[in-house]
């Protein structure tokens, strides 16, 4: 379970640029061994780029409850484990055709990833957490 963000916390971080967004989800996910998407009745909630349909993931709880708002205010925040992750979303993704939109803010900005990139950064993440550890 993770710890909650401060409100003070929850501004800076939103304001981060999109690369520092995806450094920050990939340390976080690692970190709290969970990452978060949204649902509705449907299932999970999609974005579309002109080239991609993308599923919407964000590293805690505070960041995609509140996206939840407007056209997906009837959504409900997710936390999916890694270890589900990883044995169903990664490829479940890849054979849909689907890209990954890493940590969107509000304005809809967020790095567009294929799921097996960011399969690979969360692996590396997690060595290097552990390498960290038995030092």
């Not at 993704?93 to 399969?119: A, K, T």
Request: proline share 4%; charged share 30%.
């Amino acid at each position: 379970m993770s710890i909650l963000l401060s409100p003070d916390m929850i501004t800076t971080i939103s304001q981060y640029g999109i690369e520092k967004r995806y450094k920050y989800l990939i340390k976080e996910v690692v970190k709290n061994q969970s990452i978060w998407i949204l649902t509705d009745k449907h299932g999970c909630v999609m974005l579309n780029t002109e080239d991609e349909d993308c599923v919407p993931v964000w590293p805690n709880q505070e960041f995609a409850t509140a996206w939840a708002t407007g056209d997906w205010e009837e959504c409900k925040a997710k936390e999916i484990d890694l270890k589900t992750w990883y044995s169903r979303w990664t490829h479940g993704l890849e054979d849909d055709d689907l890209s990954i939109v890493v940590f969107p803010n509000i304005e809809e900005d967020g790095l567009v990833v294929f799921p097996d990139e960011l399969d690979f950064e969360l692996k590396a993440q997690t060595k290097k957490a552990r390498d960290l550890q038995r030092r």
